[in-house]
């Protein structure tokens, strides 16, 4: 069953694309996402780039797997289309992925399994997806990085993946690293971690990042140029905004 969330336009992808995994948490924890209602966490657990220096942001389109069994994998490992592909869940996701989409398979934590290695995400990327993210592990590593895109996973693995789980189902929520990820959400990945920001609050983030990431860069020039301690500039305050506007205005007097 296709279930997903508003499609956060290209726009949107890019100016979160330009901050960092960090500053984003920082956003959405002080908007209380994550906090309210015992909600659970933005952040991944265990989940890191297997390629430092490699950024990810775009659109999730999920997979979940399903610890196997014999009746499950008779049904699922002997699947053949119309078209006579493969009809298993993890091909046929892959072939729905396109620019901008970023593969979120739930692999149920299984840091030591494979979800695929060279062949399969060789093929998601000949589809020009944006990466791929999953709490599992990847085989043929680095054959797998590469092919020059964002791998983020739970490890890498000799062993494939179907002989202790086995792909169910595609495009339906998820989990991944202990965050809830539902198809359409955005993916925003860096060397410090991966963060998951709900489609509906995707545009507020993008717009407040923009804000965000020019104070720090005031804080910091500040604290370089006149030795001033950030401290008092945190959490953001009126002196920060007032330290921040001057800076501005003095910028843009430099450059008239």
Same mark, same amino acid.
């Given at each position: 069953?296709?279930?997903?969330?508003?499609?956060?336009?290209?726009?949107?992808?890019?100016?979160?694309?330009?901050?960092?995994? #960090?500053?984003?948490?920082?956003?959405?924890?002080?908007?209380?996402? +994550?906090?309210?209602?015992? #909600?659970?966490?933005?952040?991944?657990?265990?989940?890191?780039?297997?390629?430092?220096?490699?950024?990810?942001?775009?659109?999730?389109? %999920?997979?979940?797997?399903? =610890?196997?069994?014999?009746?499950?994998?008779?049904?699922?490992? %002997?699947? @053949?289309?119309?078209?006579?592909?493969?009809?298993?869940?993890?091909?046929?996701?892959?072939?729905? *992925?396109?620019? +901008?989409?970023?593969?979120?398979?739930?692999?149920? +934590?299984?840091?030591?399994?494979? @979800? $695929?290695?060279?062949?399969?995400?060789?093929?998601?990327?000949?589809? $020009?997806?944006?990466?791929?993210?999953? /709490?599992? #592990?990847?085989?043929? #590593?680095?054959?797998?990085?590469?092919? $020059?895109? =964002?791998?983020?996973?739970? $490890?890498?693995? @000799?062993?494939?993946?179907? %002989?202790?789980?086995?792909?169910?189902?595609?495009?339906? =929520?998820?989990? *991944?690293?202990?965050?809830?990820?539902? =198809?359409? /959400?955005?993916?925003?990945? /860096?060397? /410090?971690?991966?963060?998951?920001?709900?489609?509906? &609050?995707?545009?507020?983030?993008?717009?407040?990042?923009?804000?965000?990431?020019?104070?720090?860069?005031?804080?910091?020039?500040?604290?370089?140029?006149?030795?001033?301690?950030?401290?008092?500039?945190?959490? &953001?305050?009126?002196? @920060?905004?007032?330290?921040?506007?001057?800076?501005?205005?003095?910028?843009?007097?430099?450059?008239?």
């Amino acid at each position: 069953m296709m279930q997903t969330s508003p499609r956060v336009s290209d726009d949107v992808l890019e100016m979160i694309g330009r901050l960092g995994a #960090a500053t984003a948490f920082y956003l959405l924890h002080m908007r209380g996402v +994550g906090r309210k209602y015992g #909600a659970g966490p933005i952040a991944m657990n265990g989940v890191a780039s297997l390629a430092p220096g490699r950024k990810l942001v775009g659109r999730a389109v %999920t997979l979940r797997y399903l =610890p196997s069994r014999e009746d499950l994998q008779s049904e699922i490992a %002997t699947s @053949t289309g119309a078209d006579g592909m493969n009809a298993t869940p993890r091909w046929r996701v892959i072939e729905t *992925c396109g620019p +901008g989409d970023i593969l979120v398979s739930d692999a149920m +934590g299984q840091g030591g399994t494979s @979800t $695929g290695g060279e062949i399969v995400y060789g093929r998601l990327f000949q589809r $020009g997806a944006a990466g791929i993210v999953t /709490d599992g #592990a990847v085989r043929d #590593a680095q054959a797998t990085i590469d092919l $020059g895109w =964002p791998v983020y996973a739970g $490890g890498r693995a @000799t062993m494939i993946g179907e %002989t202790s789980m086995l792909p169910y189902e595609y495009n339906v =929520p998820v989990q *991944c690293g202990g965050v809830l990820v539902r =198809p359409g /959400d955005v993916i925003l990945g /860096d060397d /410090d971690g991966v963060v998951v920001i709900a489609a509906a &609050f995707a545009e507020e983030i993008a717009q407040a990042g923009r804000d965000h990431e020019g104070i720090e860069q005031s804080i910091l020039a500040n604290m370089h140029e006149e030795n001033d301690s950030p401290s008092r500039f945190y959490p &953001f305050n009126a002196s @920060t905004m007032a330290m921040h506007s001057a800076r501005q205005a003095k910028a843009d007097g430099a450059e008239g």
